[in-house]
């Protein structure tokens, strides 16, 4: 289900869905190519860009991987910041992981803002964001904020929290974001910030 949502001057859309009723997954698209998300994920009812890559090395990176109770890919020391076993989204087993660009950030745990792993240097600067969050009902709901840290628009990582729990985010997590972030559902874009 989507909303779209005003707060902190700008605005947010979100996606709500079941995550025992949706199949759903994450995709990457090619390792050093820019691509859109049409072009990753063209069937998907709904995508985010979500950061599955360590920006030290360069190499795509996944963590664990879990179909059912099948480990497809355990999770090593340098991912994941965020796992997704038995219907809850929860820190990982390497909680002070650092994936992606920007580094994952937890939001929110336990129904409360939790700046727990931001990164230094954007969290305190407006801009276009995302999110993965799982609602107090069980539901997953993905989040993008639209902004522009040029024009001081968007919202701060406390600012983007403090929405989470608004909507009833039990966890949640910050992905990509500044000019990556975009949202598209099998209709077109919602939102696409670059």
């Known amino acids: ?24 997954t994450i995709e990457i698209g ?19 860009n979500w950061s599955v890559f360590d920006w030290n090395t360069g190499k795509d990176g996944y963590g ?4 059912g109770d099948k480990v497809l890919q355990p ?13 809850r989204l929860k820190r990982g087993e390497y ?3 650092s994936p992606g660009f920007p580094t994952w950030r937890i ?12 990164f230094i240097g954007n969290g305190n600067v407006k801009d276009a964001r995302s999110a ?18 040029t024009k001081k628009k968007g919202m701060t990582s406390r600012e983007l ?7 009833n985010c039990e966890f949640a997590c910050d992905c990509d974001g500044g000019g990556s972030t975009a949202c598209r559902s099998k209709d077109g874009y919602i939102y696409n910030q670059g």
Request: charged letters at 20%; glycine letters at 8%.
């Open 1 to 24: 289900m989507y909303k779209k949502h005003t707060a902190y001057g700008t605005t947010a859309h979100t996606f709500e869905f079941d995550p025992e009723t949706y199949w759903w």
């Open 107 to 118: 939001l929110v745990q336990n129904g409360r803002v939790d700046l727990y792993y931001v």
């Open 64 to 67: 664990r991987i879990q179909n």
């Open 95 to 97: 909680p002070v992981a």
């Open 132 to 149: 993965l969050g799982q609602l107090k009902n069980g539901n997953i709901v993905f989040i993008t904020v639209e902004g522009d840290d």
């Open 30 to 48: 090619k390792s050093g190519q820019l691509e859109t998300l049409a072009q990753i994920a063209p069937d998907a009812d709904y995508s985010i």
């Open 75 to 87: 999770s090593s020391p340098d991912f994941p910041t965020v796992s997704f076993t038995e219907g």
């Open 161 to 167: 929290a403090e929405f989470c729990v608004s909507i």
